[in-house]
């Protein structure tokens, strides 16, 4: 018997564990669910919670499977447990404000309904036509034109994505918003809310900063 051997079975006779890799999935596991706290300040970021959750059953079962090859259970039982706990949370707190966030009397309604049909020689669909003169809701980011405090009027857009690599909006993609007194905002980089009085207008109102409007706002509710 060789030198080799014998070391390795005196080194299990007196009790050294075989070494164990630590799973991966169960690692990864445990930090999207730490990360996925951020689900409640945003439904998209839930996806982290259900990647994590999932993650955490694939690690775990795979320990269970191979536990003299790979180790690291509890971090996967602690990545599933906080993945499930903050997807519930969040989804939760998210529906609860849609449902809620509607002040009464006025319409939800999204940039998608302002958007004219593919082919249209209208700049405008009929559907967006038809909201004019009523009281609507609508979320959307500020356009950035440089003021930052005590801003009443202001260029509203469903998301930051043009403004912020030097493009203009679609003119569809522009509302234009006046708050009424005493409503100020100052700007950020969050997804805000309004409601007021729509006007639709075909013919395109100038307005300083971007190539004009065909939407304007009077709003009386922000948040």
Same mark, same amino acid.
């Given at each position: 018997?060789?030198? &080799?051997?014998?070391t390795? @079975?005196?080194? *299990?006779?007196?009790? %050294?564990?075989?070494?164990?890799?630590?799973?991966?999935?169960?690692?990864?596991?445990?930090?999207? =669910?730490? /990360?996925?706290?951020?689900?409640?300040a945003?439904? $998209?970021?839930?996806?982290? /919670?259900?990647?994590? %959750?999932?993650?955490?059953?694939? =690690?775990?079962?795979?320990?269970?499977?191979?536990?003299a090859?790979?180790? !690291?259970?509890p971090?996967?039982?602690? =990545?599933?447990?906080?993945?499930?706990?903050f997807?519930?949370?969040?989804?939760?707190?998210?529906?609860h404000?849609?449902a $809620?966030?509607?002040? &009464? !009397?006025? &319409?939800?309604i999204?940039?998608?309904?302002?958007?004219?049909?593919?082919?249209?020689?209208?700049?405008?669909?009929?559907?967006?036509? &038809?909201l004019?003169?009523?009281?609507?809701?609508v979320?959307?980011?500020?356009?950035?034109? !440089?003021?930052? @405090?005590?801003?009443?009027?202001?260029?509203?857009?469903?998301d930051? =994505?043009?403004?912020?690599?030097?493009?203009?909006?679609?003119l569809?993609d522009?509302?234009?918003?006046t708050?009424?007194?005493?409503?100020?905002?100052?700007?950020?980089?969050?997804?805000?809310?309004?409601?007021?009085l729509?006007?639709? #207008?075909? *013919?395109?109102?100038?307005?300083? !900063?971007?190539?004009?409007?065909?939407?304007?706002?009077?709003? #009386? %509710?922000?948040?």
């Amino acid at each position: 018997m060789s030198v &080799e051997t014998k070391t390795i @079975d005196s080194a *299990r006779e007196e009790g %050294f564990a075989p070494y164990r890799a630590v799973s991966k999935a169960a690692v990864v596991s445990l930090v999207l =669910g730490l /990360a996925s706290v951020v689900g409640l300040a945003s439904a $998209t970021l839930l996806v982290l /919670a259900l990647v994590g %959750f999932v993650l955490g059953l694939i =690690g775990w079962r795979s320990i269970v499977r191979y536990p003299a090859e790979l180790t !690291g259970k509890p971090m996967a039982i602690l =990545g599933v447990v906080l993945s499930a706990m903050f997807f519930v949370v969040g989804a939760s707190k998210h529906m609860h404000e849609y449902a $809620t966030e509607v002040p &009464e !009397g006025y &319409e939800r309604i999204s940039f998608r309904e302002l958007q004219p049909e593919k082919g249209s020689r209208m700049p405008i669909p009929p559907g967006a036509l &038809e909201l004019s003169g009523q009281q609507v809701f609508v979320k959307g980011y500020l356009y950035p034109d !440089g003021q930052q @405090d005590n801003i009443q009027r202001f260029v509203l857009i469903p998301d930051l =994505g043009t403004c912020c690599f030097g493009g203009q909006p679609k003119l569809t993609d522009m509302i234009e918003v006046t708050l009424e007194e005493p409503l100020r905002v100052s700007y950020s980089m969050r997804k805000r809310k309004f409601a007021g009085l729509l006007k639709v #207008d075909p *013919r395109l109102k100038p307005v300083s !900063g971007v190539n004009g409007v065909y939407y304007q706002l009077q709003a #009386d %509710f922000l948040r």
